[in-house]
């Protein structure tokens, strides 16, 4: 008896473990030697709303293609063999005839769109090489608990559409460049050790965060930058009224203008941002640290506020690290 219970033991121990596992796992290569020479395909390959992770290894490669990822689609891990030659790349922009003569929008520029949620990528380069032609978003993201590591991703004006009000998302170590409003949205998102480049005398971010939401946008531990010859970038300008943006222990460079944030009047919709937007730093360094001359209306957190910016906190209890 003692021996059958040992054996159950071990198979149902044994199941549970496997239950952590990726129950497929598909390769993309450009040579047709994996299952799929398009991530499209791969994607559209897994089971919707499948049992457990999916695994899409994607091999070394720039793959010409517009993903979108469908709300049907849960808990895919997509990663590439390295982050510098695995690119996914388009070059949509807002203005552009689509197939149908249509102008697109801001909205349907992305070159990757992530509608489902668990979403998990590493070690790739997300592209829009659409430049000064008008809004071209590199990666677009809806769905909840979504990670993005060790990645790059470009584009000029919106690069990082982070969208709706019920998305959490997770960013570390990736490098991230733009022009204008390069990071904007709704969503709660962290950025934790990212490079953020500044390609353009302009903004970074434009959080459009509604009032329900105790977070937007925040930076921890990051490293501002910029293209030689750019000289006078804000932090951020807010979208929307209740925009949340935070940068706690960032290295700014000598880019960043003194006042540090920008209300961005003229929008006769909404003509004083200023007055419920909630922009704060901590611990800011480097030559654009000193936050002496920021703006009248944003904020200097206390060391006793850090408590409020642990992982769970801000995502309502989901750490992205469990």
């Known amino acids: 008896m003692k021996k059958l219970f040992l054996i159950l033991f071990i198979l149902i121990t044994q199941f549970l473990l496997a239950g952590n596992d990726p129950y497929i796992k598909i390769t ?19 089971r919707d709303l499948g049992p457990s992770e999916a695994l899409v290894l994607i091999k070394s490669g720039t793959y010409n293609e517009k993903v ?12 590439g063999e390295n982050k510098n030659n695995t690119i996914i790349t388009n070059n949509d922009f807002s203005g552009k005839p689509d197939s149908f003569n249509e102008k697109m929008t801001t909205f349907n520029s992305y070159t990757l ?18 430049c000064n032609q008008g809004q071209a978003v590199s990666l677009h993201v809806e769905g909840d608990r979504f990670i993005i590591k060790n990645s790059i991703i470009l584009g000029c004006q919106d690069t990082i559409y982070s969208a709706t009000n019920h998305s959490r998302q997770y960013f570390e170590n990736c490098d991230i460049e733009g022009t204008t409003d390069f990071i904007f949205g709704q969503a709660t998102v962290v950025f934790k050790n990212c490079t953020i480049k500044s390609l353009a005398d302009s903004y970074i971010t434009a959080a459009a965060t509604e009032a329900d ?7 921890l531990n990051c490293k501002l930058i910029a293209k030689e010859g750019i000289t006078k970038v804000y932090l951020g300008r807010p979208w929307r009224p ?15 203008v003194p006042e540090g944030w920008n209300p961005w009047k003229g929008d006769k919709m909404f003509p004083d941002k200023e007055k419920t937007a909630y922009y704060a730093e901590f611990g800011s360094k480097g030559e654009g640290g000193n936050t002496s001359h920021r ?4 904020k200097q957190l206390a060391k006793k506020d850090l ?16």
Do not use: C
Not at 295 to 298: K, P, Y
Not at 307 to 322: A, C, D, Q, R, S
């Open 28 to 46: 993309v290569a450009k040579d047709g030697s994996g299952d799929f020479t398009s991530i499209q395909k791969a994607i559209n390959s897994i």
């Open 68 to 79: 979108i990822i469908p709300s049907s689609k849960h808990k895919i891990i997509l990663e």
């Open 113 to 130: 769109l992530v509608m489902g949620d668990d979403i998990n990528i590493s070690n790739l380069t997300i592209q829009n090489s659409s």
């Open 213 to 219: 939401r105790a977070y937007g946008f925040v930076f």
């Open 242 to 256: 209740y925009a949340k943006t935070v940068f706690i222990h960032t290295e700014m460079g000598k880019h960043i």
């Open 295 to 298: 703006v009248s209306w944003s």
């Open 307 to 322: 408590k409020n910016y642990t992982l769970e906190k801000i995502f309502n209890g989901w750490n992205p690290h469990k």
